[in-house]
């Protein structure tokens, strides 16, 4: 049994290495596109470019995030998890809230530059999902960073979607609706995410507040105190008996 233990203890730390890795090569390639993205939504005026910048900037944190909790209780990897849905859901108002700005003020962004940024989004983001694939159902942890994932997939090829629409049309309603439609899918997988991770907590807490009354019963099995002397049961039993029954260990 000792020898199972000790095998299986080996393969949780092989994979949550193996999980540390991948996370860092993840965090490394979301931030770099951030600031390409972001730098380049700005350029252009488009929304859901710029929506798409600030959904690598989430999943940057979500990957710092996931990497604090990989050696962490089940617990504190349940708040990562709901730090992550939060984030989303701020990344999701903000994008919804460019888009109605730019619904009333906004011009057509440039299409070209859109679709090439989009294209490149795209590849470093179906690069992302294929190392994140094995690893999505390991954990609510890796689920939620695989979720962001794939979320960022159905964005990339929505913003390449969007960048050939405003070409074909000249108008910026395409990049305006796209960058509201990302917003819902923020809002929706932030929902989904808050709502796992807070079962989660709640498991934890009773699995905690459980093993804490085993270990208070636990403690009452010695009875230490309701044990009486050799003497005492030899000389004094009717008194030691009376004594013993009016305490209570613990």
Not at 20 to 43: D, H, R, Y
């Amino acid at each position: 049994m000792k020898s199972c233990c000790e095998s299986k203890s080996d393969e949780l730390e092989a994979l949550r290495a193996s999980q540390g890795k991948v996370l860092k090569i993840l965090l490394a390639l979301n931030a770099s596109m951030f600031f390409v993205e972001f730098t380049a939504a700005w350029w252009l005026g488009s929304t859901a470019l710029l929506g798409d910048s600030l959904d690598m900037f989430g999943d940057a944190s979500v990957y710092a995030l996931t990497l604090y909790v990989l050696h962490r209780s089940v617990r504190e990897r349940a708040m990562s998890a709901l730090i992550k849905g939060i984030v989303m859901l701020a990344l999701g108002l903000i994008v919804l809230g460019e888009a109605g700005y730019q619904a009333l003020n906004g011009v057509a962004p440039a299409a070209h530059g859109m679709g090439a940024f989009a294209l490149l989004a795209l590849a470093v983001n179906l690069i992302c999902f294929g190392l994140l694939w094995r690893f999505k159902s390991d954990d609510l942890n890796m689920r939620s960073t695989w979720l962001c994932s794939r979320n960022d997939i159905i964005a990339n090829v929505s913003v390449f979607g969007a960048a050939i629409l405003v070409g074909w049309t000249g108008s910026r309603w395409p990049d305006v609706l796209l960058g509201a439609a990302i917003a819902a899918l923020f809002l929706q997988s932030a929902r989904q995410v808050i709502r796992d991770a807070r079962v989660e907590l709640r498991e934890a807490k009773q699995a905690t507040d459980a093993q804490a009354s085993d270990e208070q019963a636990s403690s009452c099995t010695t009875r230490s105190c309701c044990a009486p002397s050799k003497a005492a049961v030899v000389i004094e039993q009717p008194h030691a008996s009376s004594c013993c029954s009016s305490k209570r260990c613990g």
